[in-house]
């Protein structure tokens, strides 16, 4: 079975630099990454709804294309932003159904959790220019990360493999996650 994996966490945490790792280290393997829509209004989750419904019908039809997906956030964003109150709206409705469709999916799914043990690293990795799509603070950073957790924890048990995985050393992580998806 092809590889779906997801790799999440909050601001500052480096999951660019995994994402772009694992593309690079897995042969065979795609990268997306998802960005969110910019309108935080009513109006936006209504995209956000369509948006992610489209992705997981591509997941659907890529099923039998002998590829390894990874993608740099998804849905499980959008449910973390609405949650800590960054969007106008509740997704947690939405984002269950999505969840529910997204374990049925007929890949081995990988969900890689990011965080930092040492969240002073956050202060150095957002100190640098960002889109003003989402204000970056160590404190929006640490709240992140603490939703993610909670997220990670509920796929766990529905049978998802889940990576809570620590990247304040960019190699000692690679090593772990080399591990756990067998890359050579």
Sequence with gaps: MNRLIVVEGPQGTGKTTLA???RESIPGSNLYRLSGQKDKTITGRDVSIKMYHALLEYLKAMESVPMDLVFDRTFFTEEV??????????FTDVYE???G???KLKYDIYFINLYLENTKIFEERLDRVHHNYQFFSVDSSVKQ????????????????IVENLAMDNFDVAY???K???KIK
């Design 20 to 22: 772009n790792y694992l």
């Design 81 to 90: 932003y609405a949650r800590l109150g960054y969007k106008d709206y509740n």
């Design 97 to 99: 159904n999505l969840v």
């Design 101 to 103: 469709e997204f374990v």
């Design 145 to 160: 990360q603490n939703v993610y957790r909670e997220i990670a924890n509920n796929l766990e048990s529905k049978g998802v």
């Design 175 to 177: 090593n772990k996650v």
């Design 179 to 181: 591990k756990l998806l």
